[in-house]
Structure formats: C-alpha cells, structure tokens
C-alpha cells in the first residue's frame, strides 16, 4: 500500500480556473473550420452565455468570500482572493480571444457567404434614411436619455442591459451643463436588426441596435455638443439567497428573491474598447469595482445576442445537416409500452435515440383507467413542455399526481414557480424537494392496477425532462418494470413528500446518503483488485469531478495499478500523469455538436464489470447537498451497449482534449488519416436507421 499523502494541493487544480479552461474550449470550435459557419458562431455564443454566468455565480461567489475576508482554501490551497487575481487574468484572456475570433474569423467568413454586418461608416444613402426612419419611429419613442446632476443621480443599471455612457458638452434649456449621460438601450427591442433587402446587398445584412443609437444620440440631447458615446454593460451577482430555515413558504420567498437579481451586487464592466479612461474610471466607481473588473471590447458588448443570426438566417448548408433521433425497433413494434416493460427494459439514448417515448410513457400513463398514480420529479422542463401537458390531463382525470419541483433550478426559477401554480390549479399534489437540499434526481414513478396487484413502471435518467434539451444534450433514459428498482423509486418519494428516516433501497444510490460512500468503496475494491495482480479498470463519464475524497481515491487506485480513463466535460480538479500517482489515469473532455451530459461509470469488477448510470457529478454540492440517484444497468445486453458507447468516446480523435500534468488542454492526435469523431458514430449507429 503506497504511503504517498494524496491530499497534497499541488496535486489538484483549481476549480473556478478549470471551468474557465472548458469556456476556452468551447471557444475553439468557433475557430474550426471543421464546424459548420453558423455553428461555429453559435459556439462563440454559447461562450459568451458561459462566461455570463461564470461571473454571475462563480465571480460573484468569489467576491463576497474575499469581502468577507475569508481565507479558506480548497483542495488546491488557493484563498478567494488568489483565485480572483488569477479568474481576472485567464479571463481578460479569454474576453480578448472572443473578439479576435468575431472580427477577425467569423465576420469575414459570413461575409463571403453573403451575411454581414453593416457598420455606420459603410451605410449607402439609402441605409442612412432606413436607418433614421426606424430610429425616428422605432426607437426614440421609447428611450429615455438621462441626464447626470444633483437631481438626476446615476440610474440603477439593470443585469446585463445595454447601456451607454454619452459624453456632452454645452448647456441645456435650463441651464445645466453636467456633462454626462446616461442612455439605456430598451430591453423590448432586438439588438440586431435585419436591414430590408431594397436597402441591403441581399438578405441578410444586420446593423447592430447600438449603432443606430450611435449615429442618432445626438437627436437625445438637441442643442448640445456629443463628444463621445460608449457602450457599457454590468455583470450582477445573481445567485439566490434564500434563508430556508426563515421562511414559511418557499414558493413565496423565490419570487420576492427572483426581483432581487436584477440589480445584485455589480461583479463585472464591459466597456467599448474606445470608451476614454476618464470614463472608465467613472463607471466603475459608480459600480464599486475596480481595475480588474474591466473589460473593455471591440465589438457588441454582449455577444451572445448573435444567437439572433444563427437562428435567424436560413442556411442549411452552413448549419450541421439534419437527423432524425431512432426509436428503439422494440417500441415501434409494441403500442402498449407498459406490455413492453413487463417484457424487458428499455435504454434510450439521447439525442441519438428519440426522447418521444419518454413522453409517450407518461402519456399513456395520464390516459390509462388502470393508472393510479402518477410521480415525478422535475428540475427543467421548458416553457412548452408536453410531459406537464399530460401531468395536467392526468390530474383533470383523477390520478394521483405528485411533482417534485425544483424551484431553486439556478436561471429556471420563474419557470419552475408558474409551473407549480399550473400543476396545483389543475389538482396535482405539488412540493418544493427538501430544505437545504435540490432536488436533482430525474424519476417517474407510474403506479399502475393489473388484477389484484399494483405494478410499478419507473423511468430513471441522467438529463432533464425538456424535450428541447433532449435534442442537444447526450443522456440515458431507463424504462422498466423492475420490481426492486420500482420499490426504491417509491420509497425515495415518500422521502422527498413526506417525513421519516433513510430508507434501505435495493438497487439505487441516493446522495446525499450512500452514493458517495458507495463511489468510494468501488473505486477501493478495483484498487483491491490491482493489488491482488488482477486487471483493473475503472471508466467514468461525467460533467464535473471536483470532490477531494473521490479523487484522493482514484490518485490510490493508480499507484495501485487500476487503469482509469476519465471523460469530463467540464471541470477537472484531478491532475493526471503525475509520476507515482497518476500515471494510469487519462482525462479527456468532449466537446461537439451536442453538449455530452451522461454520467456513467464501469467497473471491471475483475471480469464481471458493474455499470452505473446517475443524474449526480463527482462533486461536493452533488454528493452532500442534492437528491441525486445512481442506477445500475443490469441487464446483459444494455450494460455491453452503454460500455460500447464508452469505448466510442475512448477512441475520439476528432473532437477530444487531453488533460496534462500541468493543467492544460491539448487536441487529441489523430490517429489516422480520417480522425474518429464520438458524437458521429454514435449518430451513424443509433440515429440514421431510423
């Protein structure tokens, strides 16, 4: 047994540094030419909505530890306040790269292919008149130019509006002459705009709302001299705070907290690269930061609003091609699933594979006489969700209805609350989860009469309950009949809806009780395993791995000589390939068309291998502070299915990164001529024989 101390910080990298180093690359795929244009523009979006919440959470989270003093350090030994300097420096990074690849790759790429944006220095004649009529009826009726003096103090910048700063000179009808602006963009308007084609070179020509407001500010302020306008953005602190222990009702205090984000504490400035240091400095005072908060850009100052062009130019050929996600033979063949599952499991897996039947099981629950009961949990669902459709009907019919709903779904919240007044008007049972713990869990529960007895029908997976989702992210779904899981799936919501001790469960994991005891003991019996001279291996798929005790556990089962091949996604505080510890571990990220969302982990098990399948990552707030479920893939050919799948993502040489000793990410190496791409296989194998 190696007397090695694993708990060494230098042996683990920093959490908020490696989710900056996932944004990046995302990034990446905005550069690659491999992508299709438009995708590659979404990429760059996605980014900018990325590092969006990165400040709005995790920044802003930081700040208020460094306030407060704090000088406690993670796994890394790294106090809030390193971690601050070092998020600010990788960021500016990060920020400068995202406007290096908008104008100096995609805007010239999607140029070529006929889509540009039109800057106020090339408007023709015609453009300008275009320009000014919709300023004219548009735009000037409802903007409201503040003025800065005693009596007009700086306005409350709402999170993530577009503003600007306007530099005057001159006195006004009243005699002021404060010199300083404020104009706030209407939030009801786009922020591109599509120029007619009679006034553009053809259809998809855009101008940005904020050059129209450049060109025309000086109609704000008649009579005064404009010296200067610049656009500003401010990123707020918007974590919820909900004292759970204080409140009476939960839904209540989510939506007085809900107005509340709008105006938190500002972490960050986005400036016009332009905008004078005068200024600069000004704005950050009104908004307490400092030098380090600044951003200052060369372009929109909110980057994802390009999204408007992605979903808004119809050019299939610069887009992925389109596919059709399979149903499983087994399901086309058998109208009643509930025949089916008495029969065998089902394993779906999205977007490969159609998330309709998870639909039409609840569906048919909802319209089934022989249907008792209906429960379910529900952290994300969409706007339009037909899951909650048929939770209503079913309800109107009679069933008994439970939904688990999530309130506190971090940016869903509002969604979640008129969902759960929806649900309760049409007569379900609705409750909020567990205080101090998300419900993260992803369970249906169908309780159904056949004869004398009652049978249980459960859906377990690993993503949300939103159909849109479904088509964008990777995630297993599990329909069954199987008594043992059925049992515990109840079990665990009498937990969640009522009072009472940890249940004993059959076959599933619950955080925050035994999932991550359970990790730890098959991490410990490979290891075992290694030590006795058996082969030894351990895969795991997952989002996050950031929990100290399960990587002190891998960095063991390494030196003891367990092979280990890690896929996460996102965050990796694991550093592999450090001699004597980690030398038998490879870490790879995923990054491709879709979002790679499955959590799965195999254990050899010396030759008769344990799979798993769990809604929870490999971190803290998982473990410890949610309701998660693992469930295990028993049956024989649906185990060797999810296996395959992961040696398919082993073998990714297309749009894999490897993690270094060092902490950084480098493309996977193509082995041959024709790298080998996961996400495409998998495509080719589950989708186009649909």
């Known amino acids: 047994m190696s007397d090695t ?35 590659r523009l979404r990429f760059l979006c996605i980014s900018s909505t990325n590092l969006d919440e990165f400040f709005e959470i995790r920044v802003s989270g930081l700040k208020q530890a460094a306030e407060l003093g704090s000088t406690q350090a993670g796994a890394d030994n790294r106090t809030p306040q390193e971690v601050l300097r070092q998020v600010s420096q990788r960021a500016h990074t990060l920020v400068e790269a995202q406007y290096q690849v908008l104008n100096s790759v995609l805007i010239p790429d999607l140029a070529r292919e006929d889509i540009r944006f039109i800057r106020r220095g090339e408007w023709n004649a015609a453009q300008r008149g275009w320009v000014r009529n919709y300023f004219e009826h548009a735009l000037l009726p409802v903007l409201s130019p503040l003025g800065l003096d005693p009596a007009h103090p700086f306005p409350r910048i709402l999170n993530k509006s577009l503003n600007f700063i306007v530099q005057l000179e001159g006195k006004d009808a009243f005699g002021r002459n404060s010199g300083l602006a404020v104009v706030q963009a209407p939030r009801a308007l786009p922020r ?28 704000l302020f008649p009579g005064m001299s404009i010296k200067g306008c610049y656009q500003f953005r401010v990123t707020r602190n918007s974590d919820l705070y909900v004292d759970e222990e204080e409140v009476d009702d939960l839904l209540v205090a989510m939506e ?31 908004f307490g930061l400092d030098e380090d908060d600044l951003y200052q850009v060369d372009g929109p100052v909110n980057l994802n ?19 059709t996600s399979s149903v499983p033979p087994e399901l086309q063949r058998n109208a009643d699933i509930f025949k089916l599952l008495r029969q065998r499991p089902v394993l779906l897996h999205h977007p490969f594979q159609s998330f309709a039947p998870v639909i039409d099981f609840i569906r048919q629950a909802a319209g089934d006489p022989h249907v008792l009961a209906i429960k379910q949990t529900l952290y994300r669902t969409g706007p339009d969700s037909a899951i909650v459709d048929a939770l209503v009907d079913a309800a109107r019919a009679g069933k008994e209805v439970t939904v688990v709903i999530e309130l506190r779904a971090r940016f869903d919240e509002e969604a979640n609350i008129q969902l759960a007044n929806r649900l309760q008007d049409a007569g379900a049972h609705v409750v909020y989860g567990v205080v101090g713990h998300k419900t993260h869990a992803k369970m249906v529960l169908v309780v159904r009469r056949e004869g004398e007895q009652l049978r249980n029908y459960v859906h377990l997976g690993t993503g949300n309950y939103h159909s849109r989702t479904a088509r964008l992210y990777t995630d297993y779904g599990l329909l069954t009949a199987d008594t043992a899981m059925g049992e515990d799936v109840h079990r665990i919501f009498l937990q969640l809806t009522s009072l009472g001790r940890v249940a004993r469960l059959n076959t599933l994991v ?28 351990i895969i795991v798929k997952l989002n996050s791995l950031t929990e100290p005790r399960i990587i002190q556990a891998l960095y063991a089962a390494s030196s003891a000589g367990v092979h280990i091949d890690l896929i996460v996604r996102g965050m990796c505080c694991l550093r592999p390939g450090v001699q004597g510890v980690s030398e038998r571990i490879q870490v790879r990220s995923i990054i491709g068309r879709f979002l790679e969302h499955t959590r799965v982990m195999y254990f050899h098990n010396h030759g008769e291998p344990e799979v798993y399948l769990s809604s929870a990552d490999w971190m803290e707030r998982n473990f410890f502070r949610r309701v998660e479920v693992a469930f295990t893939v028993d049956n024989p050919e649906l185990r060797q299915r999810v296996i395959d799948d992961l040696d398919t993502y082993l073998a990714d040489d297309a749009q894999a990164w490897l993690l270094d ?27 186009e024989h649909a």
């Open 5 to 39: 101390d694993f708990r060494r910080p230098e042996l683990f990298l920093n959490r908020q540094l490696s989710l900056l180093e996932f944004n990046a690359r995302v990034l990446e795929q905005a550069r690659d030419p491999r992508v299709p244009l438009l995708e």
């Open 192 to 219: 591109l705009i599509r120029v007619p084609s009679e006034h553009g070179s053809g259809p998809n020509d855009f101008v940005f709302l904020s050059s129209i407001i450049h060109a025309h500010v000086d109609d």
């Open 256 to 286: 007085g907290e809900l107005q509340s984000r709008r105006y938190g504490d500002a972490v960050r400035l986005e400036a016009a690269a332009n905008c004078p240091e005068r200024l600069t400095r000004f704005l950050l005072q009104e």
């Open 305 to 323: 609003r390009l999204m408007a062009v992605v979903d808004g130019v119809d050019r299939p050929d610069l887009t992925y091609p389109g596919f």
């Open 510 to 537: 619950e955080s925050p009780f035994t999932l991550h005891e359970r990790m730890l003991a098959l991490i410990e019996r490979e290891q075992r395993h290694a030590e006795a001279g058996h082969e030894a291996r």
């Open 661 to 687: 000793a060092e902490g950084t990410y480098h493309p996977a190496a193509p082995h041959k001529e024709t790298p080998t791409s996961s996400q495409a296989i998998l495509l080719k194998r589950l989708a």
